[in-house]
């Protein structure tokens, strides 16, 4: 046998291929929750799984509680088993904290926007009981890359002012890399760097350009364009470190309404045709969430099994 690694990813892989647990459990990395109960007989042994390079991997579980319906940690397990279902087996992309389907989107092309519906829901206790509260969210997104954001920017501030002014419109904003749909706030615009420069990965040299080719089939056409940094914290072997991300501004997507777009009235008119549901489409939409889950099989299987 060899010792657990501590690569996050490696130890959920291993965890999965327990065969007594698969699918019937969730692990955070240190924490199990399972709706089976494990006996002092299952569990005193341990539990063997063999890895992809055929390395012999011990595995041992400790039963440390029993989690009470009445208990916080039944709220979190409850929540992550929604969160599932809306990932896995409802074809919804989550975004932040809510969950939208990018497969429903609505178009406003005059406005070059784009509404993705979706939901906001978590499961919390209330004075009546364990409820799930649900609501009707869209998301805005916007047509135009970030590049063409920058180039507007570029045209109507001629001179040397004009990076500057791209800065201070960019910062903050959020935008969206569809290939992947996920979304970053943008904490600098780097005009130092560009897409043909050469970033160091563990597989080797590669540019920016030859990286999306070879991992997205995107051809980046402008190789001279500046680049956008999103600084993140992420915690390894519990401290915390400062990681900085750089995106190319052609393949991302504006998010959200600018301040001009948010007086302009005509634009907050047609958007309210979708966002501004009557009683009676907002009571349709979250009927609908129920029915989802109700005809997906993976999904009442799931909820059955922690029933």
């Not at 060899?2 to 892989?13: F, M, N, V």
């Not at 001629?158 to 903050?172: D, H, P, Y």
């Not at 043909?196 to 080719?213: N, R, T």
């Not at 009676?280 to 997906?296: P, Y």
């Amino acid at each position: 046998s060899t010792p657990l690694s501590t690569t996050l990813k490696l130890r959920k892989a291993l965890v999965h291929n327990i065969e007594i647990l698969k699918t019937k459990h969730i692990f955070d990395g240190n924490l199990l929750y399972s709706p089976l109960k494990l006996t002092e007989n299952d569990l005193k042994d341990g539990f063997t799984v063999v890895t992809r390079r055929e390395e012999i991997i011990k595995i041992k579980l400790v039963l440390t509680q029993e989690v009470a319906q009445a208990s916080e940690q039944f709220i979190q397990v409850a929540n992550i088993i929604l969160n599932e279902i809306a990932s896995r087996h409802m074809g919804l992309d989550r975004i932040k904290r809510d969950y939208f389907n990018p497969r429903k989107s609505i178009a406003i092309p005059q406005h070059k926007i784009e509404l993705w519906p979706g939901y906001e829901f978590t499961i919390r206790r209330y004075s009546s009981g364990v409820l799930l509260g649900l609501d009707v969210k869209h998301k805005i997104l916007r047509t135009d890359t970030a590049l063409e954001f920058m180039n507007s920017i570029m045209q109507r501030s001629r001179g040397s002012g004009a990076q500057s002014e791209i800065t201070k419109e960019l910062v903050g904003s959020i935008v969206m890399t569809k290939y992947n749909n996920k979304t970053y706030r943008v904490d600098d615009v780097d005009f130092t760097k560009k897409p043909s420069d050469i970033v160091e990965l563990k597989s080797g040299p590669v540019s920016y350009v030859e990286y999306y080719k070879n991992n997205y089939e995107i051809m980046i056409k402008d190789a001279n364009q500046p680049l956008l940094i999103h600084r993140s914290k992420t915690k390894i072997q519990g401290n915390t470190v400062e990681r900085q991300i750089h995106l190319v501004p052609e393949v991302c997507y504006m998010t959200g309404l600018t301040d001009n777009m948010r007086k302009d009235f005509k634009i907050m008119q047609d958007l309210a045709q979708y966002t501004r549901q009557d009683p009676e489409k907002r009571h349709k939409s979250l009927i609908g969430f129920r029915e989802t889950i109700a005809d997906s099989e993976p999904a009442t299987t799931l909820l059955n099994s922690w029933a």
